[in-house]
Every structure is written in structure tokens, then in C-alpha cells.
């Protein structure tokens, strides 16, 4: 028998999204192609989840360290809505039939699904609307100096670095592995982190840029460029305990 | 002076030494003497500084870094370049009725292996980052030069009288041009937009000069039209102190992160 969910369960899986920004708000299919958009998320590693809302109904496309976990659709009227996990991409499809629909992308922990002959997770919490009023999730710094760095302007200049020494497509394949340690609670856009970077994630971070570029351009030149991205911002000592970069063999 | 501007400087001048020596020609006895002499001690030179520079570009990185070796192996083959040049220049001046093929040539063919060897390293580390579209670029690229220089350069050569020997070295120099160029271009597209990426460009433009300069040498000898003051050998030391430009701009590059 397929899982299904109620209206209160649907709204409480949104309500349960950490993060106090969405990463993209208010798109609309009229502008903007469902593939792509995914492609893209899937890419960087994204967890989280594609909520749409329009004539056609309302939906929610989750993802989970970039693989597509599962997806529910409530068409216009309905008080419960079936839970797809094969080929869930089709259910957001249906709404973007509908060029006016709200599309929001928000990184945050993705659902727990019910194991095969497992009863549904119980909701023991119901969000009050939209989810454009989820809170953002509390920050739990362990070591002082690790919380002191400052990570959402350090990992976007650490890729700027790398862009102008290695070029974007080195950089790139830099910013997956980055979001890849930061998803599901923050994600780096651009020149952007969006959401809050925990200090343990930002570690896990900063050495998967320094093992990559390290790969590519040396350990020496790996060390180097984010020793002196530490010293321009002021946590050199920090940033030299955790970055220690495997050379290429 | 690895941070100074100087080992930036040192190319320029092997350029214009190299300008100075092969676009006059001198009228008298004594200038066309002078020119002789001249000639392989300026390639000696532009090869001797392409080899200083290209390994101090190989002493910035740590020990067990990949493109270490790739600049290491770079130097080798300026080195080789120099020894090879060394080896034709006595060989023409003790009198030889033939200097090609010498001895001078197992060096010469030594050092474009041992470039290819090292562009080959370089583009072994930026295969992943090059698209696949990239790759087939490069790939049919390759293929197409090696087609028109075969058909435009080695096919007379290959069909004449001439021996074994300097038919394999015709077509090895000839080949060059499309094994490096397109080897030296890889990396130059993984990095583009970037300091690195210009870097390579200059490699790749280097790697161009040296092939064509093999290209021309082969074909002027089949055509018993060479000398060793042709104006054709300014593209050799052009090749070796672009090379060594890039060395020493990539080395300020590591020294700047």
C-alpha cells in the first residue's frame, strides 16, 4: 500500500526545514525550466526541499545530499496526498504546468521515510503557514576558535582565490565538494553562503578546497593560499590547525 | 630574484639578441662571421635561461607535487635542448660535410620526448577538469594538423631520394607540432580566465614556436636550404624564452597565493 500524508504531516515535514533563508525564493516556472533547477541542486550536493504551490495543487520535490528522496503532490481540494519515491521528479512537473506557480528552494534536513511495513514518523509538530515562515535552525559552536571563523566570508573568498589562480571550472568542481560538507543546513551560491554554516561542517569544508586544489596545483600552493586567506582573516592559528594538505602523490 | 622582475626580463633580451642576430644580413666577411658565431650562442642561451627558468618554476612546489615533475621535466628538456645545440654547432664548425642527421639530433628528438612527457603529465592532472567536448576539441584538433602537415610538408619529403634516417627525422620534427600544440592548449582551456591559464597559453605558444621552428628545420634541410643563421631559428629561441617566461611567471604566481 503507497504512503500517503495529511495536510498537518506535509506542513510539518516544511515546517521542520532548518535554515533561515531560502536559497531560492518566489521563482516561477514561467521563467524558470524544472530541469535545470535540479540538475543544478542535485549537483551541489542539496538537501532540502522544492516547494510549489499553484492552480494545479500543491507540492514538494526533497532532496537529500543531492539524490532525489521523495515526492508528495495535493491537487487542488484534496486532504491527502500520496508519497512517490519512484521517479518523484513527475509530481513537480504537473506543477509546473502552471507558469504562475510559487516556487521555493529551502536547504534543510529532508524527511525520514517509513521503512517497508513501518508505520508513518509520528508529527508531533504542525508549522503554523507557508514556508516562507520556517525559523532558521540553532547553532551548536564546539571549539571557540573553530565558531570564531568567520565561514561565510572565508569559503566564498577561499573559491574566489582558487578562480584566479586554477580558473571557474577548477572552482566549480570546489564549490560541490564544499556544499556537499555543508548541505543540508547551509549552501554556498556564487559569492554567497546561504544559511547558517556549523563550524564542524565549515572543517569538513575548508579541507575537501584544500585537498582538491591541493590535487591539482600542490600541496605547497594549497597551504599557502589558505594559510594567507586565514591571516587576512584573522584566524590563521585556526584555520592552520585544520587544514593539513595531502600532496599528490 | 625569483620575486624580482628580472627573471621576467631575461626572455626579452634573449629575444632581442635573437633579432639582432638572424634579421640583418651582413654584406662583409667579418659580419657574416660574426652572424656564424652568433647564431648557435644565442640559441644556447635562450635554451640555457629557458632551462634556469623553467626549474625555478618547478622549485616552488612542495616535493611530492604533481606539476613539480611536470616543470622538472621541462627543464630536462631545455637542457637537452642545450646540449643538442651544443652538439650541431661543433659538429658544423669542425667541418662535417653533413651536420643533419648528427648526434645532435638524438639529443634534439630527446628533448621534444621528454616535452611531450611533461605536457603529457600536465594534461593527465586536467583531464577531469576539461569537458568532454573539450577533450574531443583537442583530440580532432591534434588529428587535422598532423593531416595538413603530412600532406603540405612530409609527403615530398617522404616520396624523395633521400635516406631512411632522415625521413624518420623529418617526420618526427613535422609531428611535433600536433602532438604538443594541442597537449600544451589542455591545460590552458582547464584553467582558463585564471593566472594559471595564461601561464599555459604562453606554454602552449612556446611549445608552437619550438614545433613549427622542427617543422621549418626539416623541411628547409630536405630542400638543402638550411643554414644555421636562417632567419628560422629566431622561432626556436622564441619558443625557448616564451617557455622560459612562463616558468618564471608561474613561479611569481606560486610565490604571490
Request: proline share 7%; aromatic share 8%.
Amino acid at each position: 500500500m503507497a504512503h500517503t500524508l495529511s495536510r498537518s504531516e506535509a506542513l510539518a515535514q516544511l515546517g521542520g526545514v532548518g535554515g533561515g533563508r531560502a536559497l531560492y525564493d518566489d521563482l516561477r516556472p514561467a521563467y524558470i525550466r524544472l530541469e535545470p533547477l535540479v540538475t543544478l541542486l542535485r549537483r551541489r550536493g542539496f538537501s532540502g526541499v522544492m516547494h510549489a504551490a499553484g492552480q494545479q495543487g500543491e507540492g514538494a520535490l526533497w532532496f537529500a545530499r543531492g539524490q532525489l528522496l521523495c515526492a508528495w503532490l495535493f491537487p487542488p481540494g484534496a486532504s491527502r496526498a500520496e508519497v512517490h519515491q519512484h521517479n518523484p521528479l513527475e509530481v513537480l512537473r504537473t506543477l509546473w504546468a502552471d507558469a504562475d506557480a510559487v516556487v521555493v528552494v529551502r536547504p534543510g534536513e529532508p524527511p525520514r521515510l517509513p521503512e517497508a511495513g513501518e508505520g508513518r514518523a509520528p508529527v508531533d509538530r504542525v508549522a503554523p503557514s507557508a514556508i516562507s515562515q520556517i525559523p532558521p535552525a540553532p547553532q551548536t559552536p564546539a571549539d571557540p576558535a573553530l565558531a570564531a571563523i568567520p565561514w561565510e566570508r572565508l569559503l566564498p573568498e577561499a573559491l574566489a582565490r582558487v578562480r584566479r589562480h586554477r580558473g571557474r571550472p577548477l572552482a566549480q568542481q570546489l564549490e560541490d565538494a564544499i556544499n556537499e560538507a555543508l548541505t543540508p543546513t547551509a549552501i554556498l551560491a556564487g559569492t554567497e553562503v546561504r544559511g547558517a554554516v556549523e563550524p564542524g561542517k565549515g572543517v569538513v569544508a575548508l579541507r575537501a578546497l584544500a585537498a582538491g586544489l591541493g590535487r591539482v596545483a600542490g600541496g605547497a600552493f594549497a597551504d599557502r593560499l589558505i594559510w594567507t586567506l586565514g591571516r587576512d582573516f584573522g584566524c590563521e592559528e585556526a584555520v592552520k590547525t585544520i587544514v593539513r594538505v595531502e600532496p599528490a602523490a | 630574484m625569483t620575486s624580482s622582475i628580472l627573471p621576467l626580463l631575461l626572455p626579452a633580451v634573449v629575444v632581442a639578441m635573437g633579432l639582432a642576430v638572424f634579421l640583418p644580413v651582413p654584406m662583409d666577411l667579418t659580419g657574416r662571421f660574426l652572424q656564424h658565431l652568433l647564431s648557435p650562442a644565442v640559441q644556447i642561451l635562450a635554451a640555457s635561461s629557458a632551462a634556469i627558468l623553467l626549474r625555478q618554476a618547478a622549485a616552488g612546489y612542495g616535493p611530492r607535487d604533481h606539476e613539480r615533475r611536470v616543470w622538472r621535466l621541462g627543464a630536462l628538456a631545455a637542457w637537452l635542448w642545450v646540449i643538442g645545440l651544443r652538439v650541431y654547432a661543433i659538429t658544423e664548425w669542425s667541418g662535417q660535410a653533413r651536420a643533419y642527421p648528427s648526434a645532435a639530433d638524438g639529443f634534439l628528438v630527446g628533448a621534444f620526448l621528454v616535452l611531450l612527457l611533461a605536457l603529457a603529465e600536465e594534461f593527465r592532472l586536467v583531464n577531469s577538469i576539461l569537458t568532454r567536448g573539450q577533450r574531443q576539441l583537442l583530440a580532432g584538433g591534434a588529428l587535422a594538423l598532423w593531416v595538413v602537415v603530412i600532406a603540405r610538408f612530409v609527403w615530398p619529403i617522404a616520396t624523395s631520394a633521400l635516406d631512411p634516417v632522415e625521413k624518420s627525422l623529418d617526420l618526427f620534427y613535422a609531428s611535433t607540432v600536433a602532438l604538443l600544440f594541442p597537449l600544451a592548449l589542455g591545460p590552458a582551456m582547464a584553467f582558463r580566465g585564471s593566472v594559471s591559464g595564461y601561464v599555459w597559453l604562453g606554454v602552449a605558444g612556446g611549445v608552437l614556436c619550438l614545433a613549427l621552428s622542427g617543422l621549418g628545420f626539416a623541411y628547409l634541410t630536405s630542400f638543402e636550404v638550411y643554414s644555421d643563421v636562417h632567419p628560422i631559428n629566431l622561432l626556436r629561441v622564441a619558443g625557448l624564452a616564451i617557455l622560459g617566461a612562463s616558468g618564471a611567471w608561474h613561479r611569481r604566481m606560486l610565490e604571490a597565493a
